[in-house]
């Protein structure tokens, strides 16, 4: 049974960084697409960056710049590094998974999602 568990969220100044962490168990992440999405009240869950069973690595225009998605096989987790913080990324963030070779566009085929992880950016 494959399950995703985040870690590493909390409360941070603007500016400031986090490293999310999603832990992936019961399956290997070399054959799995992985994904941070993030939801703020009353908004629609989004996507912030997949990282490709391929390799490829797609993120949000909002986040380029600022946040980096890697994976660490030996440690079986993604990991999301997030510099340069603002109040608007301030959200729930989940990590997701899905099979195949590329991430996905359309959120509804990831069929695997952790509990989410809170991240707020305030002073």
């Known amino acids: 049974q494959l399950q995703l568990v985040e870690s590493g969220g909390g409360l941070v100044q603007p500016g400031g960084s986090l490293r999310l962490s999603c832990a992936v168990s019961?399956?290997?992440?070399?054959?799995?697409?992985v994904g941070w999405f993030r939801q703020a009240p009353g908004k629609e869950r989004e996507g912030v960056s997949c990282s490709g069973r391929s390799g490829v690595i797609t993120s949000a225009d909002s986040v380029k710049g600022r946040f980096t998605i890697s994976r660490d096989y030996a440690k079986n987790t993604v990991d999301l590094q997030m510099n340069s913080l603002k109040p608007e990324d301030s959200a729930v963030y989940y990590c997701a998974a899905v099979r195949g070779v590329h991430c996905p566009a359309n959120i509804d085929e990831y069929g695997w999602w952790g509990q989410g992880t809170q991240v707020t950016v305030s002073s």
């Open positions: 019961g399956f290997t992440l070399e054959y799995l697409n």
